[in-house]
């Protein structure tokens, strides 16, 4: 199987905008029936060997055990619980306003109180409407689907590989369904103190000093797939650091700059993950050596902390 086929946001752009909101409307009945992570660890998705999961959640409000799963393979939406009984349905054909729908319905059938707490999109063009009403939204082409669950797989193998080199604090490779991105951050120890007007999520976030590094499909913004590491709180001088593979380059973004490698670049080079990999690792260098990290104590080369061992 091709590593990192091709996936222009034009061809399916119609199928992810439908995706996204099916993912916001599960995502915030995880964020409801979840207990709370540091820095929203508990929101996210995972993959799985077929989609993406919650992951068991409940237990929040007397609920039960319950994991809703996202097959695209099969192109179902299934919602189980621990005892053994699931509901599922297909994804094709239904608009956002029919998903909605079938998920209250299937979540009641197995006893499941979980709702989202406001029940429309965040931080999309459609924010003000609920989820309920949005029957505009109703395009998903499955092979365009299963594509997107494919290259996340693969985006998050990389990720991992490149997450076994740091030893400190990081996250785990998580699908995160407001920005749709595949995200892992390393942490410093540092705290970071956030400005009055910051919003709870921003705050928890970013409480920490962080170098996160990334995966996404592209949006109006920026229209296409892309690679990207970003350091927060931003040091001066960051975007006069090098970058790896040579089409990388530090992009402006609002009053900082992204580190940005994109996904057709890097489909160019002889060895994409190599590619992949050298890119997450001179970004978060830049970010580093910039911060003040000390990058050689907090190495783990080959995910071996035991020098001992290496």
């Given at each position: ?11 399916w752009?119609d199928?992810?905008e ?20 540091n ?8 993959l ?14 007397g ?40 998920v ?5 059938s197995?006893?499941?109180r979980?709702?989202?707490a ?19 939204h ?32 990081v ?25 009055e007007?910051?919003?709870?999520v ?7 000093e ?34 790896e593979?040579a ?30 990999l ?33």
């Open positions: 199987m091709e590593l990192f086929p091709p996936i222009p946001l034009a061809e752009r199928t992810k439908t995706l996204h909101r099916f993912a916001q409307v599960v995502g915030k009945i995880r964020l409801a029936a979840s207990v709370q992570r820095h929203w660890w508990n929101v996210p998705f995972r799985t060997g077929r989609g993406i999961t919650t992951s068991p959640m409940g237990q929040v409000g609920d039960p055990m319950f994991t809703i799963d996202f097959d695209f393979v099969a192109h179902r939406l299934v919602v189980s619980v621990l005892d053994g009984r699931e509901v599922s349905f297909p994804l094709a054909g239904r608009s956002v306003a029919s998903f909605y729908a079938a209250v319905d299937a979540l009641s197995l006893g499941v979980a709702r989202p406001v029940p429309r999109p965040f931080d999309l063009p459609d924010a003000g409407r609920p989820f309920p009403e949005d029957t505009e109703v395009v998903y082409e499955p092979a365009h689907a299963n594509r997107y669950w494919r290259v996340l797989s693969q985006v998050a193998s990389v990720l991992e590989e490149f997450a076994a080199g740091y030893s400190g604090k996250s785990p490779v998580h699908h995160f369904w407001h920005t749709f991105d595949l995200a892992h951050t390393r942490f410093s120890e540092r705290h970071v103190p956030q400005p007007q910051a919003d709870p921003t705050r928890e976030a970013y409480s920490r962080v170098i996160s590094s990334g995966f996404w499909f592209g949006d109006d913004a920026f229209p296409e797939p892309a690679f990207y590491s970003y350091t927060a709180p931003e040091p001066a001088g960051l975007a006069g650091e090098p970058l593979p089409s990388a380059h530090w992009l402006s973004r609002d009053s900082g700059h992204l580190a940005v490698l994109r996904y057709d670049d890097a489909r160019a080079e002889s060895d994409r993950r190599a590619a992949v050298a890119f997450y690792e001179s970004a978060y260098r830049a970010g580093a050596r910039r911060a003040g990290w000390d990058i050689e104590e907090l190495a783990c080369p080959g995910g071996v902390t035991d020098p001992h061992l290496r």
